[in-house]
């Protein structure tokens, strides 16, 4: 697992609280993939109601608060794959 895989899987554990109830994957492109749900985070790339890819300095800024998902999104650095609503409930929680 890559140093920016750990690194984001102990990010997104501190912002959650089990208050995501869907299963979503983010792909870190060139490192790889971290699946969230009820349980927290962990690295794995199992299927997921949605796959939300961006480069690493992209998922850097938006786990570091520098980036709102909702732009990334909208000026084309975040792409969405599947169920839109469970992205915007995950936005909300680590956003």
Do not use: Q, Y
């Amino acid at each position: 697992m890559s140093d920016t895989i750990t690194a984001a899987v102990a990010a997104l554990n501190e912002k959650l609280d089990g208050s995501f109830d869907g299963m979503a994957k983010f792909d870190i492109l060139d490192e790889g993939s971290i699946i969230i749900d009820a349980n927290g985070a962990r690295a794995g790339d199992d299927d997921a109601e949605v796959t939300l890819s961006a480069d690493a300095d992209t998922f850097r800024a938006i786990l570091g608060g520098d980036l709102d998902p909702t732009t990334a999104f909208m000026s084309g650095k975040l792409k969405v794959d599947g169920d839109m609503g469970a992205a915007m409930r995950l936005a909300s929680v680590i956003g």
